[in-house]
C-alpha cells in the first residue's frame, strides 16, 4: 500500500516538482487545486514524466465545507504539503485583504479539515521573507523573525505563527515549515516550470521571458547596495532541490523522527549571487546579451539574503545540490519550449 500525501496548489510552480519527485518515491498523491494561477494541462505534464496521473480535485480552499467533504474523502491520507497561495508580493501590498483571505483561510480550512479527519502531518510552504531585513548573514533559523514588508510575506509570517499556538494545543498534530529562499530552474524534461501570470514580479522569469522577446528589457532595481557589485544578493535553489526536500520532510514526519512537534528549516544553497551575477550566468549559457537598465531601488527590496543550511543538512540530510548555471539553464529551456510552442 502506497502511503497517500494531499498537495495543495499541487498543478503551480513548486507544488507540480514536488508532486513528481512523491511520485517517483513510491506516495499516492492527492491534488487539490484551484487552478487560479496554474493550469491542468500541468496534470498531463506529470503523466507524461512520470508515466502516473495523480488524483485531481479542482477546489477552492476558501470554501470550509467543500474543504471539509474532500478531506473527509481521502481521511487515509498520512500527510498535507500546503503549498496552495496567493504569491506576487506588489499585488499584495496593493490588495492586502485579497492575500490575507485567500492564504489565511486556505490554511486555516485546511488545518481543520484534515484534523477533523486524523491526517495529523502537515508540511507549510513558508518564505525567508520572515526574516524581513536580516543583520547577521548567512541567516540561520535561530534568527528573530520580522514583520515582512508586503502583506503576502505577513501572511508566511501569521501562518508561521498559527501552527506554533495549533502544536502548543494539539499533541497529536506535527509540522514542519520549509522556509524557501529564491527558488528558480524547472525540471530537466522541460516539460514543467514557472509560469507566471502577467508581468513577472521574480527576476529569474523576467530575464528569460525579456531573452525570449515578451518583455523589451529588464529593469534592474538599483546599483547603489552595499555588496561588491551594488546590486542585491539572494540564495538562488533549483526547484528540484527544493522538491527533493518536501520528500524528506514528509518521511520524517511519517516515521515520526522529528524532534519538535513544529520544526523549521531554511531551503536554500547557503550561496548568495548578485543580480549582476545571475545575468551573467544567464548569458553564459544561453549565449544572448540581455537588454537591461539599471533603475530605481525597489521599495522593500533588502541588500542581501542567504541562508545558513547546517541546520536542514543536519537534521534532514538534505543540501541542495544544483549550481546557478544549472538552475539557469533549465529555466531557459522551460521558456524555450513553452514559447516555441512545443508544449
Ligand atoms: C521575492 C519576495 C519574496 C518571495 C519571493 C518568491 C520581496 C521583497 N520578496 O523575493 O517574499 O518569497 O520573491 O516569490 O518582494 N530584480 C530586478 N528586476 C526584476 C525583478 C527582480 O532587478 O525585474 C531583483 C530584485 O531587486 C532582487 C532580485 O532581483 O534583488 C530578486 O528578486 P525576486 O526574484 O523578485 O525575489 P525577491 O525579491 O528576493
Known amino acids: 500500500m502506497k502511503n497517500k500525501i494531499i498537495v495543495t496548489g499541487g498543478c503551480g510552480y513548486i507544488g507540480s516538482h514536488t508532486v513528481i519527485e512523491l511520485i517517483d518515491n513510491n506516495f499516492e ?34 470554501d470550509a465545507s467543500k474543504t ?4 473527509s474523502e481521502h481521511k487515509d491520507a498520512k500527510a498535507v504539503i500546503h503549498f496552495a497561495a496567493s504569491k506576487a508580493v506588489g499585488e499584495s501590498v496593493k490588495n492586502p485583504l485579497k492575500y490575507y483571505k485567500n492564504n489565511l483561510y486556505s490554511l486555516l480550512n485546511t488545518l481543520s479539515a484534515q484534523i477533523e479527519n486524523g491526517i495529523n502531518n502537515f508540511i507549510f510552504s513558508s518564505s525567508a521573507t520572515v526574516y524581513g531585513t536580516p543583520e547577521v548573514l548567512p541567516i540561520t533559523e535561530e534568527n528573530k523573525t520580522q514583520r515582512p514588508f508586503s502583506a503576502y510575506g505577513n501572511t508566511k509570517k501569521i501562518a508561521e505563527e498559527i501552527l506554533e499556538d495549533l ?162 539553464s533549465s529555466s531557459w529551456q522551460w521558456e524555450k519550449k513553452l514559447r516555441d510552442g512545443n508544449l
Do not use: C
Open 167 to 328: 502544536i502548543n494545543s494539539n499533541d497529536s498534530f506535527s509540522a514542519i515549515s520549509l522556509r524557501y529562499f529564491n527558488p528558480i530552474g524547472a525540471h530537466e524534461s522541460g516539460l514543467i516550470g514557472e509560469l507566471p501570470s502577467g508581468i513577472p514580479n521574480n527576476l529569474m522569469p523576467y530575464i528569460t521571458q525579456t531573452a525570449v522577446g515578451l518583455r523589451e528589457k529588464l529593469m534592474v532595481y538599483g546599483n547603489d547596495y552595499p555588496t561588491p557589485d551594488g546590486t542585491p544578493i539572494r540564495d538562488y535553489i533549483h526547484v528540484l532541490d527544493l522538491a527533493n526536500a518536501h520528500v524528506i520532510a514528509v518521511k520524517r514526519l511519517l516515521l515520526q523522527k522529528q524532534e519538535t512537534a513544529l520544526e523549521t528549516f531554511n531551503l536554500g544553497t547557503g550561496k548568495g549571487f548578485s543580480v549582476l551575477d545571475v545575468i551573467k550566468s544567464f548569458e553564459e549559457v544561453s549565449g544572448i546579451n540581455l537588454n537591461y537598465e539599471i533603475v530605481e531601488r525597489r521599495p522593500g527590496d533588502v541588500p542581501q539574503l542567504f541562508a545558513s543550511t547546517d541546520l536542514a543538512k543536519l537534521k534532514l540530510g538534505w543540501s541542495a545540490n544544483k549550481t546557478l548555471n544549472e538552475m539557469i
Open 29 to 62: 498523491v492527492v491534488i487539490i487545486d484551484d487552478l487560479s494561477n496554474s493550469s491542468k494541462k500541468t496534470l498531463d505534464r506529470i503523466h507524461q514524466i512520470t508515466g502516473v496521473k495523480p488524483i485531481f480535485v479542482e477546489l477552492d480552499l476558501k
Open 68 to 71: 471539509s467533504m474532500v478531506f
